[in-house]
């Protein structure tokens, strides 16, 4: 327990680190400017700690970086009180295991063809023509509600195994928002990461019938007859 | 206080049951299997040779259709959020005829061979989600 405890810690910090590189590296130009230019009275030294605080594009990518990490944590909390029971059906449907957890990316795979495709072929017709918004929405919110039971399932599992599992599960979330956060925030890997997240939520979300829990069925009409 | 299974009872027949009856439930229960995992292979085979079929239809297209579906810039975004700011209403309005514009550019971008290609790819992707989606459920309860 003790082990995972310094894990936890460590993976803490080091997601810390990450985003704290990330919005030094992801303005390139600051880095392709010349030291010296920065300002040519200031001793070197100097020029370096400044160069964090005065640097427009650095103070950019900070404020991004806190309102993405604010905005997503936020947007967890109230998909967390919104729909705690449908959060904690999808949360179990991927402790599982990886195996299923590829079987929700390959669901959200498809789903995202079909999806593409019908919304794509609806506006040939007029009356179909809304479909393509709505299925967009559609496609969105059943990713953010999936993007955050997974978020939600990593801090869990993270602070059980540390355990720190007696806390407020918006531990849970802070905590696996940070992790997933900062992976995204890796140039070009954290894209494809992005995409594979939003892909499995999706997944997990019409998998598990948008966390209520129930197969999906046409039982019912088939009652009828 | 009969149930369905006093019901069941008083529906057999009253004759003794042929000595060979559990072989041959055995027999037949194993062919329906047989034939059920024959259909289910051929449907899975037409289904992949489908969306194989689509994604070569598709792949000369692509450059098109992502021509057609990507008018949306940043720029475009910068500029219509400076509109926002400036008049609301006439940002919406013009929201409005920019989305009219994008959807008949994109609906005149699509050919017939655009649209069958994107069909047969749709088909075995709808059926590879039902197939996910009601394996771990039973047969009862799976999509039909």
Request: aromatic share 8%.
């Amino acid at each position: 327990m003790k082990r995972w405890r310094m894990m936890v810690v460590i993976i803490a910090l080091a997601a810390a680190l990450i985003m704290f590189v990330s919005v030094l590296l992801s303005d390139l130009t600051w880095w392709s400017r010349p030291l010296g230019s920065m300002s040519m009275v200031r001793t070197p030294h100097r020029a370096w700690r400044l160069a964090l605080v005065q640097d427009a594009g650095i103070r950019v990518n900070f404020a991004v970086l806190l309102a993405g990490l604010v905005t997503q944590f936020v947007a967890g909390v109230l998909v967390l009180y919104l729909v705690p029971c449908r959060v904690h059906h999808m949360a179990h449907a991927i402790a599982v295991g990886w195996r299923q957890l590829l079987r929700y990316l390959v669901v959200g795979i498809l789903l995202a063809i079909v999806l593409a495709v019908v919304g794509l072929l609806s506006i040939l017709a007029l009356h179909t023509m809304p479909l393509l918004i709505i299925l967009a929405m559609f496609f969105f919110l059943a990713s953010l509600g999936g993007v955050v039971a997974l978020t939600y399932q990593l801090g869990r599992v993270l602070l059980s195994q540390a355990g720190w599992s007696e806390g407020s599960p918006l531990m849970s979330l802070a905590l696996g928002t940070s992790i997933i956060y900062a992976i995204t925030r890796i140039p070009f890997f954290g894209w494809f990461v992005l995409v594979l997240l939003w892909l499995t939520g999706v997944g997990v979300a019409v998998a598990t019938r948008l966390g209520s829990g129930k197969p999906w069925s046409l039982l019912p009409l088939m009652e009828d007859s | 206080m009969a149930d369905w299974l006093d019901e069941l009872l008083e529906a057999m027949p009253t004759e003794p049951y042929p000595p060979d009856l559990a072989a041959q439930v055995q027999i037949r229960l194993a062919k329906t299997r047989r034939w059920s995992k024959w259909v289910q292979n051929g449907v899975r085979l037409v289904m992949v040779m489908t969306g194989a079929l689509g994604f070569w239809l598709l792949m000369p297209r692509v450059e098109m259709l992502v021509t057609a579906i990507s008018p949306i810039s940043l720029a475009r975004i910068e500029e219509w959020l400076s509109a926002v700011v400036r008049s609301p209403g006439e940002a919406l309005l013009g929201l409005s005829g920019m989305a009219i514009t994008w959807v008949s550019q994109l609906a005149a971008g699509l050919e017939a061979e655009l649209v069958l290609a994107l069909g047969l790819l749709a088909a075995p992707a709808l059926y590879g989600v039902i197939s996910l989606l009601s394996s771990g459920i039973s047969q009862e309860e799976a999509i039909i």
